[in-house]
Nanobody, 122 residues
Framework: VELEESGGDSVQTGGSLKLSCVVS????????VAWFRQAPGQQREALAR???????IYENGGAARFTISRRRDKNTVYLQMNRLKPEDTAMYYC?????????????????WGQGTQVTVSS
């Protein structure tokens, strides 16, 4: 599995962005895909994860303004981010869990994309 993120940009406070994560070899084999972010000098933070059947889990308050979704026909997982704040400024990464392991059971994500930068100015 390979992952490639896109959609990062510079926006003003209150704006929206939709990040995309193209997952190569995204087949019917169950692969949990998650979004994380990491700001400079801070630890990586989990935001949301989604299973092949569309089941979702949100973490660290991600459900308040973010929505994770997927389109299997495009092998793509999205992260819709609304009402952005300067504290949302970070590098955003998507990651894939081990095959056949559903999201609630994924303890470690072995495959990561290169990240896409989101910058929110006040």
């Amino acid at each position: 599995v390979e992952l490639e993120e896109s959609g990062g940009d510079s926006v003003q406070t209150g704006g929206s962005l939709k990040l995309s994560c193209v997952v190569s070899e995204y087949t019917d084999s169950s692969v949990c895909v998650a979004w994380f972010r990491q700001a400079p000098g801070q630890q990586r933070e989990a935001l949301a994860r989604i299973d092949t059947d569309g089941s979702t889990i949100y973490e660290n308050g991600g459900a308040a303004r973010f929505t994770i979704s997927r389109r299997r026909d495009k092998n793509t997982v999205y992260l819709q981010m609304n009402r952005l704040k300067p504290e949302d400024t970070a590098m955003y990464y998507c990651a894939a869990g081990p095959e056949f392991v559903r999201c609630p059971l994924v303890a470690r994500f072995p495959t990561w994309g290169q990240g896409t930068q989101v910058t929110v100015s006040s």
